[in-house]
RNA sequence: GCUGGAAUCGUCUAGUGGCAAUGACAAGAGACUGUAAAUCUCUCGCCUUCGGGCUUCGUAGGUUCGAGUCCUACUUCCAGCA
């Protein structure tokens, strides 16, 4: 499915931007889906915990399965004779892969020899295994994963690398770009370039200019999600970013996808999200509530319930009154207390319902904010909201 | 009744002369951002001005500079024999 962005109203006062991506079938088929718009992740061709029917009655756009795990195990080749991700997985929405970018930065880190210009060399998680990938291997990959949207295959340093480290890290992405996209061969599959460049503004600059001048379906700010991140360097990465993308191509903040980092990408201009955090908090028995509170670093940052917090064995209430997730819908704290408690996975499905609802939910109230130009109005509230439904 | 063996933090457990004492579980709390994460970290005898102080290994004595560890008696439990 190709996919089209549609820009339909920017906020009168913020630049926030509602929109529409029109995914079209050979056949002429058009799936609409709206943004800002929240990802969840999905990384092994599941959403961990959640059947597809689950996932589904959270009302998301696209998931998101990653080039990396699957390539390992089960091999692209399983998926294609399945039929492909969507087919194996019982997926009808739309997917994106990510191209094992990110396992740059997560697997490899601390061992910068083994990336090269050539590509990246892995050892496997699984069984020890000397993997090599490169840009044309990922997109090979996700040609026969074929998923709706791929990803280029870049570089992720980490925050902490040094301005020329980054600068070189921007050019080999771009050759990376260049490279992965002249090998792209899936016509029904779309791919999108990764904005680097760390914090710095002309690394970030130039950096948009140059993927945007290979040209590609959407653009992604990358390189943001990083665990030495602050939030101010997400923000500029974004600032710096966004004004050198077109207006009419899709905007997608990677790895990025907490409720602040929501409310405060889409301000940037930001479209699409996606974030492990609600499917990992759910795991650990954390549930995401609305209200805001001060981190030790003074920076806002959401509520959330440690449902395995001993002050929950006995609280028959649901997790929030005024969720219309099907867990808030049917349990208690009380009984996902005990779940979690007693390691029942079950405690983990019903928090990653509800984790996933509440960002999806956040994104469907601040598409209504900009349509109606209030999102100032929106971010206002959002942040003086004292977590009391 | 006799002969062995055993009693250690809520539970199980390590520990054979230098010990506030091992590990697991339980419990209490925290972290988590393109998933090496249903994971990881911290606390878990009492007090503390964080230097340390105090009281602990069934009970009571004893040996020793020093005892959970060795000796004696007792209590309880387990196994085998009657």
Redesign the pocket.
């Known amino acids: 499915m190709k996919v089209k962005y549609q820009l339909i109203h920017k906020d009168k006062k913020t630049g926030a931007r509602y929109g529409k991506l029109i995914f079209t079938t050979e056949d002429g088929e058009a799936y609409e889906y709206e943004t800002p718009m929240f990802m969840?992740?999905?990384?092994?061709a599941t959403?961990?915990?959640l059947s597809p029917e689950q996932v589904k009655a959270c009302n998301p756009g696209i998931i998101?399965?990653?080039t990396?795990?699957l390539w390992l195990r089960p091999t692209p080749e399983i998926v294609e004779q399945a039929g492909g991700l969507h087919q194996f997985m019982n997926w009808s929405g739309p997917i994106l892969t990510?191209?094992?970018?990110?396992?740059?930065?997560?697997?490899a880190?601390n061992k910068k020899k083994d990336i090269t210009e050539e590509g990246v060399h892995f050892k496997s998680?699984i069984d020890g295994r000397k993997l090599f990938l490169t840009p044309e291997k990922s997109i090979e990959i996700q040609n026969k994963l074929d998923s709706d949207i791929a990803?280029?295959?870049?570089?992720?340093?980490p925050a902490s690398a040094d301005y020329n480290y980054l600068k070189n890290s921007v050019e080999r992405t771009l050759r990376w770009a260049k490279r992965g996209k002249a090998v792209h061969k899936n016509k029904n599959q779309n791919l999108f370039g990764?904005v680097?460049g760390g914090a710095y503004e002309d690394l970030r600059k130039w950096s948009a200019v140059e993927t945007v001048k290979l040209g590609f379906d959407g653009y992604?700010v990358?390189?943001?999600?990083?665990?030495d991140?602050c939030?101010d360097d997400?923000y500029k990465a974004i600032e710096y970013s966004c004004p050198y993308l077109p207006e009419d191509k899709v905007r997608y903040l990677?790895?990025?996808?907490?409720p602040?980092?929501l409310i405060e990408g889409i301000k940037r201009g930001i479209d699409i999200?996606?974030?492990?955090?609600?499917?990992?908090?759910a795991?650990?028995?954390?549930a995401l509530i609305s209200g805001i509170r001060k981190?030790?670093k003074g920076e806002p940052?959401e509520k959330?319930l440690?449902l395995?917090?001993?002050?929950f064995?006995d609280d028959f209430t649901p997790v929030e009154e005024t969720c219309d997730c099907y867990t808030c819908k049917n349990y208690t704290k009380a009984y996902i207390h005990h779940l979690m408690?007693c390691?029942?996975?079950f405690g983990?499905t019903l928090l990653?319902i509800h984790n996933i609802r509440f960002l999806i939910r956040l994104t469907e109230k601040m598409r209504e904010a900009i349509k109606e130009d209030r999102y100032k109005e929106f971010i206002e509230e959002f942040y003086k909201d004292d977590g009391r439904d």
């Open positions: 969840p992740v999905g990384t092994q959403v961990k915990t998101l399965a990653n990396y795990h990510d191209s094992g970018g990110y396992q740059v930065f997560s697997l880190r998680e990803m280029s295959f870049d570089e992720c340093p990764i680097q992604a990358g390189g943001v999600a990083n665990d991140e939030k997400m990677m790895g990025v996808g907490e602040v980092d999200f996606d974030c492990v955090s609600p499917t990992r908090l795991r650990h028995g954390n981190t030790e940052k959330r440690n395995k917090n001993a002050c064995k408690r390691g029942e996975a983990a990653s």
